[in-house]
Every structure is written in structure tokens, then in C-alpha cells.
């Protein structure tokens, strides 16, 4: 299906060194071009029993649509991956260079050659099962959970029970449905029994964030050295996030995980949270500002960030102040899509000193113009349900170690930058 802004897309290619219109030899070829790109970029969605709506494996895949993918490139939303650029690095980026976007517009203007065969890079392994191997021990919610084939679900809340004798360390985790076209989200929350310290606030998913599985988001190990507490006895509060898709279906959610030992274990890893729950966006309110912050009581590694809203999510950013007054920008989503609840990965994990603030800056859009907005004739309050709100900045990090510290203080001798926002909550 040709559309105009497709065509406009199409008509941007004139720019592009890449390919002429009147020089067919020069074109990208599929083998040797295009699919290493879909490889690295696409097909962890875009493959048999990936999150994606139709694999993009093959020639055949790919040639079926080209129009559409042109169109979807060159707006710029797939691969989909919303950090400004210009904010941060990121390991875990799904974002097209702008080789690779010029690579594949020319190669769809140019027709969607083929190519040599011998051109071909081996095929990606993907596995079909536990990523990082069989898991120490499998964690599963009672089931099967019937998914009627059309409506619209709350969140289901499976409470699982563990003990395993002992406390556990947990290098790794994975979440497993069985069921992945209706499943659009699972966090996993860890609620402690008594004696084992003070228990997290798991209402609303504020605190005690210990696992997920996030459309698209591929799934890491902690950094070395370091893994999350399961204290013995711990409940595992399973918050699973159905869209019924047509077809009656029946999912159970499991969650692997990898077992450390003790003396393996340098540095407890754990996610904490900003978060806001008193606001009120009033009907039909576009760019309403929502503010959190987050104090550090020690000196920090954070290694990645999970911002989340729901459907009127508009904006998100992380920016974090010093102690000293200055600042720096973290992360910035300009444009937030509720459907992709990706984890930013640093790719250098960023020392914070104790005393340091992270400010989260959330807008909402209530407004007829948010196609995505349940009702703009009503004022939204944070609530755990799709069509309320939320505002919750999840922050995964590790404690710094003293010759983290020095070299942090080492490099930044330099002059302070002015902040440009208050403090939140001010």
C-alpha cells in the first residue's frame, strides 16, 4: 500500500549517494547488503516466535512490503528505538545508523535486488528456549491463564511463593510466556517475608522491580560481580499485561533464574525507582509537566533506565544533579511509545556520587489529538491500569566502589555548568 508519505519518503532517496535510479548497478543488494543490517537490527523481533507481526528472514520476507518498510525507515519509527541521539550511548541501541538507513532506501528504491547468494551472511542462531542455557531453578505463575480472543484486560497479578532453603543470589533472569502475541509486558516484583529486612512497597509497581520481559528488549546478565537478593521465602508478584489478538489463547508466565555463589557476589544488584503519584492531568491537557526525583544515599553505579507511563506518555527524561550544582542529561525520550517499554543500557556505566538527585521530567498528552487516549474528557490520575497513568523513572544500578570514586573525582576537575531546571519538586 503506496501512501503519501511514503512517496515523499521515497523522494527523499534523490539525496542519496548510494543509489540512482539510472545506475541499477550500483544499487544494495539484498545478501550483501541488506541482510546483515536486518540481522543486527530487526530479527530479534522480526522472526518465528519474536514479538514482531511477520518474520524478516528472507528475500521473499523482506520484498512482500517494501513500500511499507521504506515508509516506516525513513519516518524513522523501525527499528524502534526512542532515545534523543544526541542524549547518551546506549549498548543495547536498536537504532539505524544513517548508513544503514541510507543502505536500505536505496536498495527498496532501486527495487529490492537480490543479489549473490554467495553474498550471504550465515544465518543468525536464534534459541527457541532459555537464552543463557537451562536455568538453576524455574519459577512459574499457576495456570493456564485463558486470554479471550477479544477485550480488554486488566492487569493480572499471579503471587508465586519460593523458598529454596536458603537466601539466593541471581546473576541472571528470564521471563518466558507461552503465549507472545498476546502478551505485551511482564514485570516480576519481589516482596520479602518477615525477618528479612524491611519488605519493598510493591504497590503500583513502585518499588521491588526484580524481572521483565519489554517488547523488543533482549534480555543481559547483571555486570560481573554483582547479582539481586532473593531472600528465603520471598514471594514473586507476577504483574502480566494481556491484548487479546483474535484468537482465544492460554499463556503461563515463567521466570528462569541463575543462581551466584556467595563469595561470587562483590555487589548487590538492584533496580529502584522515581516515581510520582499525586498528579492530575486535567482533560484535554497537552504537554502537562509531571516532576519526580530520586535521592542517592551512596555513592552509585547506574548501569541502565526504565522509564514508564502508559497511553497519554508523551515525553521522558532523566537528568541528573550534583552535588556540586552541576548537571548532566542522561536520557531523553521526546517521543514516548507506550508499546515499547525498552531498558536504556549505558554503555559506559556512569558513577553517581552520594547526595546526587536524579530528576525525572515526564508530559502527558490528554488531548482528542492523542490517538492512543482512551478519554481526553477526563481528568487522569496514577492508577495501575492501561487507561490510568503512570510516572515511574526504574533505575538499575550497583554500588560504586572507593577507586570508583577517585577516578570519578580525577576526571571531573573541571569547570561547573549552570543548572537549567530547578530541583523537582520545587
Sequence with gaps: MTTVRTALALLALAALPLARADDPASAPTFHRDVEPILQQRCQVCHRPDGVGPFPLLTHDDVAADLPTIAEV??????PPWHADPAVGTFSNSRALTDAERATLLAWIEAGG????????????EWVSDWIHGE?????????????PARGVLDYQYFRVATDFGEDKWIRAMEVRVEAPTVVHHVLVFVQYPRGAGASPKVRGGLDGYFASALPGDQVVPFPAGSAKRLPRGSTLIFQVHYTPDGEARQDRTRLGLYFAKPDEVQREAKTVALNSTGFAIPPGAKGHEVRARYVFDQDTILVGLTPHMHLRGESFRYLLLLPDGTHRPVLS????????QTTYRLAEPMFVPKGARMMGIATFDNSAGNPANPDPTRTVYFGEQTTDEMMIGYMDVVPATADERAAWEAATQGPASPIDLPPAGQ
Design 73 to 78: 525507515v525513513a519516518d524513522r519509527r523501525m
Design 333 to 340: 525520550i521526546p517521543r514516548y511509545d507506550f508499546n515499547w
Design 135 to 147: 536455568p538453576d531453578a524455574v519459577v512459574q505463575t499457576p495456570g493456564p491463564f485463558k486470554v
Design 113 to 124: 535486488p537480490k543479489g549473490d547468494p554467495k553474498d550471504a551472511p550465515p544465518p543468525r
